[in-house]
């Protein structure tokens, strides 16, 4: 094959010009293939409805005068209205103020987990499919971890870290963990059997060169896809945990404190459990749908 440094400046123009229209018709590809499944653009409108919410939450209350702490007690148990369009709660306070602003909680948290728990998880896989004393100890430990149900860890960490956002983030990234680093490893097994990666090896490339430039390229697909469904798991857990008084601290308007409180008031205000409850509901929906799309988009195997 001809050498690139001997082509001529107008040659290597053209290869240049014809690589990056390939890539352009390779992304209207994807993109067609993604809009194409319908569950997965509802998916992706929720979650950016749903991240809007949360970064637009200080302006949007702002403007409407409300306030997610403020308690108002002649105006407890009020249902939805023009003042207060998802009513108040046991306290007075607005309820749909508190939605948006638990929305920031949940979206922060969901976020932090999904980056830390890919990174983390990602470094010992890879770590782990090149050293077999290595490979056993993490493996064995994230069975180990895998064992135990996944809310009853995270609620045995919050008893002993403390109940607040930072260790909120911390448990659930420690449950998180285990699956990407057992999906991180499988993949760069069967990657580290390439034919690329065998030549690398025998020009003398180092272990981490070979992992981190050319393994690790090629098993962030199936991460990534693992990274939003933990981000949905991430936000499911920290209202389980709200909800049963070990995850994020009253007054904090955390969408499972909020339901949590809502218990005693089910019949006398039914608003107090639906729209925190609903918000919950769609914030897992949105990212599994969009995970799936991803997955099939990624994974042309998987493709329905």
């Not at 053209?14 to 018709?25: S, T």
């Not at 998802?86 to 969901?110: E, P």
Request: glycine share 8%.
């Amino acid at each position: 094959m001809q050498k690139d440094t001997a082509r001529t400046p107008e040659e290597r123009a053209a290869l240049e010009a014809a690589r990056r229209q390939l890539v352009r018709e390779q992304r209207a590809v994807n993109l067609r293939r993604f809009l194409s499944n319908r569950l997965s653009v509802v998916g992706l409108c929720i979650v950016t409805l749903m991240l809007l919410t949360a970064l637009l939450a200080p302006v949007v209350t702002g403007a409407m005068g409300l306030d997610p702490y403020s308690a108002v007690v002649r105006d407890r148990l009020k249902p939805p209205s023009a003042a207060h369009p998802f009513g108040t709660d046991n306290l007075g306070r607005d309820i749909f103020a508190r939605v948006l602003y638990g929305a920031r909680i949940s979206m922060t948290i969901g976020l932090v987990v999904g980056l830390l728990s890919a990174i983390i998880g990602t470094t010992l896989g890879l770590y782990a499919s090149t050293n077999k004393v290595l490979d056993n100890v993490l493996m064995r430990l994230c069975d180990g971890l895998k064992a135990i149900p996944n809310i009853l860890l995270a609620i045995t960490l919050m008893a002993v870290l403390g109940a607040n956002m930072h260790n909120v983030i911390i448990s659930l990234t420690v449950v998180s963990i285990p699956g990407v680093a057992r999906i991180a490893r499988s993949q760069a097994l069967l990657v580290r059997e390439q034919t690329y990666v065998e030549a690398m090896r025998a020009a003398g490339a180092g272990k981490n060169r070979i992992l981190w430039r050319h393994v690790l390229p090629n098993i962030l697909s199936p991460v990534i896809v693992q990274m939003t469904f933990n981000f949905a798991s991430a936000i499911i857990s920290e209202a389980s945990l709200s909800f049963l008084g070990a995850g994020i601290p009253i007054p904090a308007p955390s969408w499972g404190g909020m339901l949590n409180e809502a218990r005693a008031y089910i019949y006398t205000g039914w608003w107090m459990i639906a729209f925190p409850a609903v918000f919950t509901m769609l914030s897992v929906l949105g990212f599994n749908l969009f995970g799936d799309g991803l997955r099939d988009l990624l994974d042309p195997l998987s493709g329905r």
